[in-house]
């Protein structure tokens, strides 16, 4: 599989979730953080669209959500995130696990990503993220295999505060597994909201490092099992 080529594919879809202005209904608006909905046109669900400001420059916080040191400590929702195949500097393949959520009506799912990162005129970054078959780790009977069709962040600087920056998330996780659609619906705006706040909180404690050293990360993925 030519990954570069799907990473780049992936990157434009993403472009093109966030200059698509219509459609989009706001289903949660929790702590300066919004969360926008529209059907997906890639599988039976959602494609959500959460926006938020970040006290941090648009380069360090795509740093921060990019490397995959200590992703664990502060994205909650994952209990395992680990890169299996390293591409370039750019661009992995990650697994992941999330944890339970929606007390626990939602059981553990893992994904195999493909991850990257690309640089954009006006300083803006796109990290996304879409799933991909790996034989080296296929499917086991300890967790659901999820899919994460494209999803990621955009990363960019507020033009009146360059030290903030607006950070826009795109996430349609197919859960698979006997998941009724409703429990999804109710549950993924506030944990969206949830990892949002995570970002924040996260950001504050860890050492962001210099954008020419080593960096990776991810996307976030969110799940369960039924």
């Known amino acids: 599989m030519d990954y570069k080529?799907?990473?780049?594919?992936?990157?434009?879809e993403i472009l093109g979730y966030y200059q698509d202005t219509s459609g989009w209904k706001v289903v949660?608006?929790?702590?300066?953080?919004?969360?926008?909905?529209?059907?997906?046109?890639?599988?039976?669900?959602?494609?959500?669209?959460?926006?938020?400001?970040?006290?941090?420059?648009t380069s360090k916080l795509s740093d921060f959500l990019f490397k995959p040191e200590n992703r664990v400590t502060w994205d909650k929702a994952l209990k395992m995130y680990n890169i299996v195949l390293k591409i370039d500097s750019d661009t992995f393949i990650c697994h992941t696990i999330t944890q339970s959520f929606a007390m626990g009506?939602?059981?553990?799912?893992?994904?195999?990503?493909?991850?990257?990162?690309?640089?954009?005129?006006?300083?803006?970054?796109?990290?996304?993220?879409?799933s991909v078959d790996f034989p080296a780790y296929p499917p086991s009977s300890s967790y659901i295999r999820g899919?994460?069709?494209?999803?990621?962040?955009?990363?960019?600087?507020?033009?009146?505060?360059?030290?903030?920056s607006k950070l826009v998330m795109f996430v349609q996780t197919e859960m698979r597994g006997k998941l009724a659609p409703s429990i999804i619906?109710?549950?993924?705006p506030s944990n969206l909201v949830s990892f949002m706040l995570n970002v924040k909180d996260g950001i504050k404690t860890q050492k962001i490092p210099s954008r020419h050293g080593y960096h990776h990360n991810g996307h976030s993925s969110f799940l369960k099992k039924k």
């Open 5 to 12: 080529a799907l990473a780049q594919q992936t990157a434009q």
């Open 28 to 57: 949660k608006n929790s702590k300066k953080i919004t969360v926008f909905s529209k059907s997906s046109k890639k599988f039976h669900g959602n494609l959500y669209r959460v926006e938020g400001m970040i006290p941090e420059s």
């Open 105 to 130: 009506s939602i059981s553990p799912r893992d994904f195999i990503d493909l991850v990257s990162l690309k640089h954009y005129e006006g300083n803006m970054d796109v990290i996304s993220a879409t």
């Open 147 to 164: 899919y994460n069709h494209a999803c990621g962040y955009i990363c960019l600087p507020v033009q009146e505060n360059p030290a903030y």
């Open 185 to 188: 619906e109710a549950t993924m």
